[in-house]
């Protein structure tokens, strides 16, 4: 069974910082790309960013500059540094492990965590 906890989220003003930790447990960390998505109200789940196995790391363009993602295999944890939060990435969001496909695409991940609030406040 595998289980992704996620914790870090919550209430910032515009400009601030956070961390998000995503806490793997029941697989093989190391061997798999971890991404972090995004939801929005009424808004379809986004990719935000995610790292390899080899630490090569991805982002979509709205957060490049601004977000770190990073991971530490000896601890099965992934991170997603947040800096020059912005209303707009008001957001639960969510860590995932990859299966098969496409590292943008939410289809691509096979276990989910169950999210965490962030509230980016103007």
């Known amino acids: 069974q595998v289980q992704l906890v996620e914790s870090g989220g919550g209430l910032v003003q515009a400009g601030g910082s956070l961390r998000l930790s995503c806490a793997a447990s029941?697989?093989?960390?190391?061997?798999?790309?971890m991404g972090w998505f995004r939801q929005a109200p009424m808004k379809e789940r986004e990719f935000v960013g995610g790292?390899?196995?080899?630490?090569?790391?991805y982002y979509a363009d709205s957060v490049k500059g601004r977000f770190t993602v990073s991971r530490e295999n000896a601890k099965n944890t992934v991170y997603l540094q947040m800096n020059s939060l912005k209303p707009e990435d008001t957001a639960v969001y969510y860590c995932?492990?990859?299966?098969?496909?496409?590292?943008?695409?939410?289809?691509?991940?096979?276990?989910w965590g169950q999210g965490t609030q962030v509230t980016v406040s103007s």
């Open positions: 029941g697989r093989t960390f190391s061997r798999y790309f």
């Open positions: 995932a492990s990859h299966s098969l496909g496409s590292y943008y695409d939410t289809a691509s991940f096979n276990y």
């Open positions: 790292i390899s196995r080899s630490t090569n790391t």
